[in-house]
């Protein structure tokens, strides 16, 4: 069901930076923002990122988006234990269809 | 603040319509560009945007499911109800819904509801 795709892991010791990436399309990514969720185990998701790169209030600066063509990134930099989650890109879709990434879980090793 | 809560049965069965309520405060449909939305997750799976319904009643349907869903609103008592109709097993998951927030040029959902788990069984 999913139209953006994302690696199905990824994984750093503390301290280190991740990065995920979000592969989409023309009618997606291509021509509309990325939006970047994180869910916690156990929990709901979370909005992490807006708009490609903007940081909701609350959010830690370590976390950052970016978005070139039609694939957007997350950059989790200076890895913390408590960023262990699963992380989930979103687009419109021209077919005003939101769209969800297939999930990105993160280990902190 | 903002906050949701979804309600609903637990437990359906194969071929029956589901009902879900998202229960809401922090906002009013009064207020114009204010939405919410309902996504879910099978267990263990990603997530699937279903439906949204905007503060003028505009609704925007996932175009895999629009044939068996409904949403609308309740401006006075600020809830917002989704139906889907003919459920099967497959659509056992956690319904979520979510307030729609927005700035020039992006939207989202965010915050949250805590989630309802909705299992398909005879």
């Known amino acids: 069901q999913s139209v953006l795709t994302q690696p199905p892991s990824a994984s750093g010791t503390p301290g280190q930076r991740v990065t995920i990436s979000c592969s989409g399309s023309s009618s997606n990514i291509g021509r509309n923002t990325a939006i970047w969720y994180q869910q916690l185990p156990g929990t709901a998701p979370k909005l992490l990122i807006y708009g490609n790169d903007q940081r909701p209030s609350g959010v830690p600066d370590r976390f950052s988006g970016s978005k070139s063509g039609t694939s957007a990134s997350l950059a989790i930099s200076g890895l913390q234990s408590e960023d262990e989650a699963d992380y989930y890109c979103?687009?419109?879709?021209?077919?005003?269809?939101?769209?969800f990434g297939t999930g990105t879980k993160v280990t902190v090793l | 603040q903002i906050t949701l809560k979804e309600s609903g049965p637990t437990l359906v069965k194969p071929t029956q319509t589901l009902t879900l309520t998202c229960t809401f405060s922090?906002?009013?449909?009064?207020?114009?560009?204010?939405?919410v939305g309902w996504i879910r997750q099978p267990p263990g799976k990603a997530l699937e945007w279903l439906a949204l319904?905007?503060?003028?009643?505009?609704?925007r349907y996932s175009p895999s499911l629009k044939s068996r869903l409904t949403i609308t609103k309740d401006t006075s008592k600020n809830q917002v109800v989704l139906r889907m109709t003919n459920m099967d097993p497959v659509d056992t998951a956690t319904y979520y819904c979510?307030?729609?927030?927005?700035?020039?040029?992006?939207?989202?959902?965010?915050?949250w509801g805590q989630g309802t788990l909705v299992t398909v069984s005879s």
């Open positions: 319904i905007y503060w003028d009643d505009d609704k």
């Open positions: 922090g906002f009013s449909f009064s207020s114009s560009g204010v939405g």
């Open positions: 979510a307030h729609r927030g927005a700035a020039p040029g992006s939207d989202w959902f965010g915050p």
């Open positions: 979103a687009a419109w879709d021209d077919s005003l269809n939101y769209v």
